[in-house]
């Protein structure tokens, strides 16, 4: 088992900055990638950013591609999401999440693929 908590969400303004991080504990050597999603009320979760255990490899959505980084180091066990150029669309809860096994690059941005998740943490930007 794989434990994930998140930290660091709140209430910012538009344009302004939020670094997410996510802490891993428990079984985190069968981590192959770890990832953010995000979900807006009424709306599906969607895939942020994602990094991989070998070579650190990152993705990420195109909504966010130029104003979010993921970085981190899976061996070990902490993933941070440095979040610029916030924008009211922004707003969701964010969720850390890590997959056991290697997914192809297309799958890692779908939720199904992961097997442990985080609590999230709420994000607010206001306009």
């Known amino acids: 088992q794989v434990q994930l908590v998140e930290s660091g969400g709140g209430l910012v303004q538009r344009g302004g900055s939020l670094a997410l991080s996510c802490a891993a504990s428990?079984?985190?050597?069968?981590?192959?990638?770890m990832g953010w999603f995000r979900q807006a009320p009424g709306k599906e979760r969607e895939f942020v950013a994602a990094?991989?255990?070998?070579?650190?490899?990152?993705y990420y959505a195109d909504s966010v591609k130029g104003r979010f980084t993921i970085s981190g180091d899976i061996a070990r066990t902490t993933v941070r999401l440095q979040m610029t150029s916030l924008k009211p669309e922004d707003t969701a809860v964010y969720y850390c999440?890590?997959?056991?096994?290697?997914?192809?690059?297309?799958?890692?941005?779908?939720?199904?693929?992961?097997?442990?998740w985080g609590q999230g943490t709420q994000v607010t930007v206001s306009s």
């Open positions: 990094i991989r255990r070998n070579g650190g490899n990152t």
């Open positions: 999440a890590a997959d056991r096994e290697y997914s192809s690059n297309l799958n890692l941005q779908r939720a199904a693929p992961y097997d442990y």
């Open positions: 428990g079984r985190t050597f069968t981590m192959e990638t």
